[in-house]
């Protein structure tokens, strides 16, 4: 019995804790498919698409301030307004790049934003086809982005399988081999150990919606 106490109490706090809480709502319009990443425990929100459209919003989150759970507006994103598009983060730079603009183009340009400096800077244009939804995973030294969809020679939408890795240093870009499944757009991506995985998305091809693995 004694025992079967101390595990209730070891169960009950983590319980307690683990609830939802509503939080301040954004400073800005309700949006769908923005960029969202966190850099030293701010969190920021850039672009997404609302009632008006692909936006170039940038806003910040931080739990701590004055433990008023504060947004702050911050000046715009000095990119094309755009939704779909995608990004990543390390200890100091958060990075945005690709979706679609307000007039439908896709785009493949990429943006740095260092937190310290509160300075914007342009990177070296992706050099392969413009796109949405593609992969996007960071680390201190490199971006490696692929997969997405976006149009062929003859304006089709089509999905990608290719793979290219982005030197933040240099600010130079390397293409890899392809990703060994199909094409896809809108996969999900994360980092285990230094390990980056792949899976999920849509293959307009074979219309298939993913439940693959792939490292």
């Not at 025992?3 to 209730?8: D, R, S």
């Amino acid at each position: 019995k004694h025992i079967n106490i101390l595990k209730l109490l070891m169960v009950v706090p983590f319980v307690c804790i683990a609830q939802w809480q509503e939080k301040n709502s954004l400073p800005i319009d309700g949006r769908h498919h923005p960029v969202c990443v966190t850099v030293n425990n701010i969190g920021y929100l850039i672009s997404g698409v609302s009632e008006l459209g692909a936006s170039d919003n940038f806003v910040s989150y931080n739990p701590d301030l004055d433990d008023l759970d504060e947004w702050t507006e911050l000046v715009s994103f000095p990119g094309e307004a755009r939704g779909y598009a995608m990004g990543g983060a390390n200890s100091e730079n958060l990075f945005i790049g690709f979706g679609i603009d307000p007039s439908e183009n896709y785009l493949n340009d990429l943006w740095m934003y260092n937190v310290n400096d509160n300075l914007w800077m342009t990177c070296t244009d992706f050099p392969g086809a413009p796109r949405a939804h593609p992969a996007f995973m960071v680390t201190e030294s490199t971006i490696y982005i692929g997969l997405g969809d976006g149009p062929n020679a003859v304006n089709e939408i089509v999905d990608y399988d290719d793979w290219w890795a982005y030197d933040i240093a240099s600010s130079s870009w390397a293409q890899l081999s392809n990703f060994i499944g199909e094409e896809r757009h809108h996969p999900y991506f994360f980092e285990i150990d230094d390990v980056f995985y792949v899976t999920c998305g849509h293959s307009r091809l074979s219309g298939v919606i993913h439940n693959d693995l792939y490292s």
